[in-house]
């Protein structure tokens, strides 16, 4: 009998090593189950700030496109006016040469036609 109390020792001993080691176990699962909710959590909210980003850079190529299609026409339209401004001025010029009224409008016209839009 002794030698059965004796292995009953034993097998008590390798059952509470064995549940401490279950229980450190259990322990670690849960703090890699928490650490992966985290991580779920952090990658969910990390994909929505990038979408958000994404669409505020398509946002903004947009804004850019415009601003340069009206920068594009605010130039042509200064181009066009500065040579409208060049033809009245060489008109002016030639009309401290000129005394007869037919003569300034036949140039009139001619300038007229020489201007660029």
């Known amino acids: 009998m002794v030698g059965c109390s004796l292995a009953c020792d034993v097998c008590q001993v390798t059952i509470n ?9 259990r322990e670690g699962a849960g703090r890699f189950w928490e650490r992966e909710g985290q991580l779920r959590a952090e990658k ?11 669409r505020e850079a398509d946002r903004l ?3 850019l496109a415009s ?3 009206e920068c594009n026409a605010t130039v042509s339209e200064k181009v066009g006016l ?3 401004v060049m033809v009245f001025r060489r ?3 030639c009309m401290d040469y000129i005394l007869c009224p037919c ?3 036949m140039l009139c016209q001619y300038l007229l036609t020489r201007i660029v839009y």
């Open 17 to 25: 090593r064995l549940t401490r080691d279950l229980e450190g176990e």
């Open 44 to 54: 969910a909210s990390l994909e929505a700030r990038l979408e958000e980003k994404t």
């Open 61 to 63: 190529e947009k804004t």
């Open 67 to 69: 601003v340069k299609q």
């Open 82 to 84: 500065t040579r409208y």
């Open 91 to 93: 008109l002016m010029l």
């Open 103 to 105: 003569h300034v409008k």
